[in-house]
């Protein structure tokens, strides 16, 4: 089978990035035209050091994150089909011949894309703590690009990854989003990758709710209805916002002197905490470690949550529904499209 694709893989210099490399050097079927290593580190030094007996380039983006790394990855690749990789994924080992078999399959059905299975290994003999059930909803995304394949056409379409995305989160689901509605299809493929569980640390379920920054751009790009679309659910923000009202109104009353009604608001602030908390405990292992940072965690996840969605719908305040479009000047200032004479592939 004879398959016109290249791989892009943003880093930004994990251990991970050589077991990867590894594993597709060793993997059977088709060969990629080229294996493009996009280098997002803020500072080049040590130098990244990568090897392959694949094709490779090796690329820098400056540390502006996975939307501009993959976008410069997938900008420098003349291939018909772009298959983005994240460094810390294990695929398959006929990798490549299960990713020719997805795009055959992707074109046969009209598709412009093709999703990958995803699997998240699970810890035998308990149930998974809050910080793995959060890396385990990844399996279940509608829209991933651990593993994703795109037409090179739809990705001049729609312009790429938005780098106003700056963390690797919500800028897949964006990208695909955007392909979807003009009337492309993203097919299942069956090709497998293992993404490995995040290190667990006490904060860690807190730090992640800067996500809340990236939901408030989404909501902004693509209206209220964005979480139906990518297969989500309604997500936590309301509860935590009345769990932070009812703690700022305690505070509030006490100081004006109301205290009976700054009782019963910080009571009603305590029942909301402990509700948020007894779900999370009750769904983990239950150890006395785990239980000790859930309960720790939730008091401060809504104020968190809710100060970085504040702070995401001030920065979209006056942003544009859809990403800048870049425009390429010749020397005699023409425009210059991204058409079949710049090496693109006739569709």
Known sequence: MTVDFAVVIPTVGRDSLHRLLAELDGSSGP???????VDDRREQ????????????????SGGRGPAAARN????????????????????????????ANDIAEAENAGAVGSQA????????GRRATDDER?????????????????????????????????????????????????????????????????????????????????????RRKHGPTWREEIGEG?????????TTATALAA????????????????AAGCVLTAEFAFRRIMSGPAT????????????????????????????VRAARRDPPLAVLLDRDDTIIDDVPYLNDPVE
């Open 31 to 37: 060969r990629p035209k080229d294996v493009i290593v």
């Open 45 to 60: 030094k040590p130098p990244l050091a990568v090897s392959t007996e694949l094709p490779l380039k090796v690329l820098t």
């Open 72 to 99: 410069a990855g997938w900008r420098s690749a003349k291939a018909r089909w772009i298959c983005f990789l994240d460094d810390d994924v294990v695929p398959q080992p006929n990798w490549f011949e299960a990713v």
């Open 117 to 124: 299975v995803i699997e998240v290994p699970l810890v035998a």
């Open 134 to 218: 959060r890396t385990h909803r990844l399996g279940s995304a509608r829209w991933i690009t651990a593993d994703m394949v795109f037409e090179r056409c739809a990705l001049v379409a729609a312009g790429g990854f938005d780098e106003r995305f700056p963390r690797a989160y919500r800028e897949d689901s964006d990208l695909a989003l955007r392909i979807t509605r003009k009337g492309n299809m993203i097919a299942e493929g069956s090709r497998r990758s293992t993404h490995p569980v995040a290190p667990t640390t006490w904060l860690s379920s807190v730090r992640a709710q800067i996500g809340n920054r990236d939901n408030a751009l989404m």
């Open 234 to 242: 309604r997500g936590r923000l309301p509860a935590h916002a009345l």
């Open 251 to 266: 505070v509030v009353l006490a100081l004006v002197g109301q205290r009976r009604t700054a009782r019963h608001a910080a």
């Open 288 to 315: 006395m470690a785990e239980i000790a940072r859930m309960l720790v965690t939730s008091a401060l996840i809504p104020p968190v949550a809710v100060l970085h969605r504040i702070r995401g719908e001030w920065d």
